[in-house]
């Protein structure tokens, strides 16, 4: 199986290395992941994966298909259930638990993980695209931090005057789920389930991600 496990984002701190410079680094709590189901290839599914679960959640707060789901690998529901792509017919069997400690039996320097990204709401064009705005000398009124023209009124040849897709505007803003490939795995901490990741990863502190082997590295 490729090293790859669920976590939870827990915040930033820093390390010091022999030579004592510093290393800002965010702790994950990964795992103990539960392995829900198996897919291979050979079988009816036609593809190889395992189906990881991280986080108890309440019975009474979860789905009866779920806490069955669940109940085949004798284990409580999870919050966080994730499916992890194989190249092979994994070797893992159903209710197997996963812990940080793959990381470091398979010496794994470098990690992608994935998340999903701080929710802004609705940003304008300025916020959003990272626009510079109107002058904001005299001659604007009222329009410093506008985007500027966004269609023409005529009709040009082969095009109409409705405004073109991809066009960057005001709108939703973060809360989209990003990967940050190629992050050094500064430590491993098996006693207290912990990752030690370089730098920031996606997401707000307690959301949850996915590390995995890196892909480039």
């Known amino acids: 199986m490729i090293p790859a496990i669920l976590g939870k984002k827990i915040g930033m701190t820093q390390v010091f290395e022999a030579g004592g410079q510093r290393i800002p680094v965010t702790v994950v709590q990964a795992g103990p992941c539960v392995v829900l189901q198996v897919k291979k290839a050979d ?13 108890d959640i ?29 190249s092979e017919a994994p070797s893992e069997d159903v209710g197997q638990t996963i812990t940080v400690e793959l990381f470091a039996q398979e010496k794994v320097g470098w990690v992608d993980v994935t998340g999903t990204t701080k929710g802004k709401g609705f940003q304008g064009a300025m916020r959003r695209w990272g626009f510079g705005g109107q002058p ?11 985007p500027g023209s966004i269609s023409g009124r005529a009709t040009n040849r082969g095009t109409s005057g409705a405004g073109k897709k991809g066009r960057r505007m005001a709108g939703h803003m973060g809360a989209r789920q990003r990967t940050a490939s190629s992050q050094q795995l500064v430590g491993v901490d098996p006693e207290n389930n912990t990752l030690l990741i370089r730098g920031s990863i996606p997401g707000a502190n307690g959301s949850y991600v996915i590390v995995r082997k890196a892909r480039k590295k």
């Open 136 to 146: 904001a000398s005299h001659g604007t009124e009222r329009k410093h931090r506008s």
């Open 58 to 86: 309440k019975p009474h707060r979860s789905r009866l298909p779920d806490i069955g789901h669940a109940r085949k690998a004798k284990t409580a529901p999870k919050r966080f259930v994730r499916e992890i792509r194989l």
């Open 43 to 55: 079988g009816r599914d036609g593809y190889n994966a395992v189906q990881l679960g991280f986080d």
